[in-house]
């Protein structure tokens, strides 16, 4: 009908408005035509608006004296008052040292585990065998945190699980929980035993799809177990291990605050009190909702800053995140 | 096969030795906790307490613990709680990140890209824990059961996974349905989605497992404990308790009957996962994988 009414009268119509109207007629066709999926995604974007772009636009408050009766729009600003504060505060040094370290653990003793569980399980001659190691290992990814919390604290009490072998060696039982030494080396290591099993599955998958043929063509050559290892296995996964160290060392400033916060106490802040368990007390504990808004918003913008760093890089390897 | 085997060196059936043993070791690392928690929870409780080192089997037997477990009015009303925002959460979850997954997976869709966009940048920037506690309260979402099922309805981790499994069904599909006078409706629910059961069953066990062990958004947003799941109560039982004797009691932090207690109630808790886990198991790999692939 649109496209009628243009031939009609031509000679009219301005170069403007003949962009407007066949921009008219073609979001009336492409409405015509998806109409049924702009109506599935209304409330998918209505729900990203609101739950997501909404506390984006929140977080104006970080840069505001923010008070509830006032309202984010009616405060008043203060610019970066709150940063130079969180600067300048004598937490801040630790809390970047806390998140910067559990996080530099985990990529040391946690990374590499499930490459190397993959491997060995790779080298598993019978698959029913495999399969079964792999459900079970599985299993401590879906439990939740409140329980596994509990376990660590049962075990590693002071008459727990732990102290009693302990003891049995003639050792002194710890106080694991109370000590912050012992702090990092719990979360860490809890996080390997919950997380390895599940952790593997992307490597396997890397290693079922190196092509067969290159083992084959390893045998003629007269490869042993240990050279096709070494010459096609690790090459064939590298490009994954690559990337997912890409994406660990884009979360290297984030440490979430679900585990910590059941895991620690005030006798162990000096070690596991990160930034987001430190935005959690001051801002829903002890509601200071500006200055922890501009200390989550510090953190964000260094982990968004890390991620497209981190994009730039793995970009470089041929093998970009998006 | 058999050839191979016979071919292996010395050195090679002891390394086949050693990783057999190894991941034997693995799976009992893996499950003792699970299992000292199970024998420990049906044992008496004086004798279990008195127990020290690994502990093998039941000491003793008693189900008292489960008795008092079940009278607690609290774990009932958490799990009838959890059990709601478990059923109603993923099917809102289920039904939002299927209409997402069909959309961005249109590709004669004028705004797919903005849109995606939109999306996804989600994934690299949020406004933050307390904005998004303010946003809730300013809902007046606070203290509702909404709180718990409305901010978390789609994840976008969970809609990318689904979109690519979406991207791999065969266009002409959608098309000739199309012409026979399909409307995109009954193209999602009649091809799509049971073309892609394995990633529906991921998603399902995703999102259900996700919503039996969240516990943070309500103890940020209710107050009330009639709201409770279950988890929350847990951590009041097995958490709250456990680290305030620990940093009160200098000599014992061990009470018998209060610890089969613990124990019996996170076997209560972990029980329905421990179930219906070894049916969903075999579809993992493939949802995980989906998701890894780009497009």
């Known amino acids: ?322 | 096969m058999v050839a191979r085997r016979l071919k292996r060196s010395v050195g090679e059936r002891i390394f086949d030795n050693f990783n057999v043993l190894f991941m034997i070791l693995l799976i009992v690392v893996t499950l003792y906790p699970f299992y000292y928690v199970t024998i420990a929870s049906i044992s008496d409780p004086t004798l279990i307490v008195q127990k020290r080192g690994i502990v093998l089997w039941p000491q003793g037997l008693s189900f008292e613990s489960y008795r008092m477990v079940f009278e607690n009015p609290m774990i009932r009303i958490g799990y009838m709680n959890t059990i709601f925002y478990v059923v109603v959460g993923t099917a809102l979850n289920l039904v939002l990140t299927s209409f997402g997954a069909y959309g961005l997976s249109r590709r004669d869709l004028a705004l797919r890209n903005p849109i995606t966009l939109m999306i996804v940048f989600t994934m690299f920037f949020s406004g933050g824990l307390i904005p998004s506690y303010l946003l809730v309260r300013n809902l007046g979402l606070l203290n509702t059961r909404w709180a718990m099922i409305l901010p978390g309805a789609i994840s976008t981790w969970n809609l990318i996974i689904m979109r690519t499994a979406f991207l791999g069904i065969p266009e002409s599909l959608a098309e000739s349905a199309k012409i026979d006078g399909a409307n995109d409706f009954t193209i999602l629910f009649r091809i799509y989605l049971p073309l892609s059961l394995p990633v529906v069953a991921v998603m399902i066990l995703f999102y259900a497992v996700g919503h039996w062990n969240a516990y943070f958004s309500a103890l940020i947003y209710l107050r009330e404990r009639a709201l409770y799941p279950l988890q929350l109560v847990l951590r009041e039982i097995l958490i709250a308790n456990s680290t305030e004797s620990m940093m009160t009691s200098v000599v014992s932090d061990r009470e018998p009957i209060g610890e089969t207690i613990k124990y019996a109630t996170i076997m209560v808790a972990t029980l329905p996962i421990l179930f219906v886990y070894p049916f969903l198991q075999k579809y993992f790999v493939k949802g995980v994988m989906i998701g890894a692939i780009k497009e």
């Open chain 1, 1 to 322: 009908m649109v496209v009628m009414s243009i031939q009609v009268e031509p000679r009219k119509r301005t170069a403007m408005s003949d962009a407007l109207s066949i921009l008219a007629s073609r979001t009336r066709r492409e409405w015509r035509r998806n109409k049924y999926v702009y109506l599935m995604l209304s409330p998918v974007i209505l729900f990203y608006l609101v739950f997501h772009y909404a506390p984006m636009y929140g977080v104006i408050i970080a840069f505001k004296d923010f008070s509830p009766g006032w309202g984010i729009w009616k405060s008043p600003w203060v610019g970066f008052e709150w940063f130079v504060e969180f600067f300048n505060s004598h937490y801040f040094w630790r809390l970047i040292r806390n998140t910067l370290l559990i996080n530099v653990y985990d990529v040391i003793f946690g990374f590499p585990v499930p490459i190397i569980f993959a491997l060995l399980l790779n080298e598993l001659s019978s698959q029913k065998f495999k399969r079964w190691v792999q459900t079970v290992t599985y299993l401590p990814h879906f439990i939740s945190v409140v329980v596994v919390v509990s376990m660590i604290l049962d075990f590693l009490a002071r008459d727990g699980l732990i102290n009693d072998l302990l003891q049995l060696f003639g050792i002194s039982s710890i106080p694991f929980m109370l000590n912050p030494a012992w702090f990092r080396t719990v979360y860490v290591g809890s996080g390997i035993w919950q997380g390895f099993g599940w952790g593997a599955i992307i490597y396997l998958a890397a290693l079922s799809n190196i092509d067969p043929t290159l083992y084959e063509a390893a045998e003629i050559d007269g490869a042993g177990r240990w050279a096709k290892m070494r010459h096609v296995t690790i090459p064939g996964i590298l490009p994954t291990v690559i990337i997912m160290l890409i994406l660990r060392l884009g979360q290297i400033m984030s440490v979430g605050y679900e585990k910590i916060i059941l895991m620690y106490n005030p006798m162990t802040y000096e070690t596991s009190d990160v930034i987001s368990t430190f935005v959690y007390r001051k801002g829903l504990l002890q509601m200071n909702y500006s200055y922890s808004t501009a200390i989550g918003l510090f953190n964000s913008i260094i982990n968004f800053t890390l991620l497209i760093l981190v994009n730039r890089l793995s970009r470089r390897t041929g093998t970009s995140l998006w």
